[in-house]
């Protein structure tokens, strides 16, 4: 990525970059597992249908909250290991929004099913959205992509 984006900044007319920062997303299983494509239950993919994605969050997705209810809104929870937090502060583009979430959910206002729900809402629309585009490209399309004269552009 540091190398395209080099190459990119060039014809962009914009100074190159010199470090490129990136943070990877966690796994549904916390920060300390890996995603894989041999275990569907490690990510959300964008083939998932919706039922699958709520399904997925709410069974395996990490939780930073406490044991039971009763600690949990004594003590809050912790959006720092909190996978579906991180999965809304990823993808949520109203960050004030998840600002309160987090600061809520710390609080021990907001249990962890109730930010699941807020999760899987806003994951499930971007995952919509990708494939009712993807739906939408034809065998003409892309060919057209592919085409050596708009690779060579």
Same mark, same amino acid.
């Given at each position: ?59 395996? #997705?990490?939780?930073?909250?406490? #044991? ?15 996978? #579906? ?33 807020? #999760? ?34």
């Amino acid at each position: 990525y540091f190398r395209m984006a080099r190459d990119i900044a060039t014809k962009l007319k914009i100074p190159k970059p010199v470090c490129v920062f990136s943070k990877f997303f966690p796994a549904l299983q916390g920060f300390n597992t890996k995603m894989s494509s041999s275990d569907s239950t490690s990510a959300i993919f964008l083939t998932d249908k919706m039922e699958e994605i709520k399904s997925k969050i709410n069974k395996y #997705a990490f939780s930073g909250g406490q #044991a039971t209810v009763e600690e949990h809104r004594l003590k809050g929870g912790n959006t720092d290991i909190d996978v #579906a937090y991180n999965y809304l502060y990823y993808f949520d583009e109203d960050e004030e929004k998840v600002l309160k979430i987090g600061e809520k959910y710390r609080k021990g206002e907001m249990l962890s099913g109730e930010l699941k729900k807020e #999760a899987i809402s806003v994951i499930q629309k971007i995952v919509k959205n990708h494939q009712d585009a993807r739906s939408k490209v034809t065998n003409e399309i892309l060919r057209g992509f592919m085409s050596i004269k708009t690779i060579l552009k």
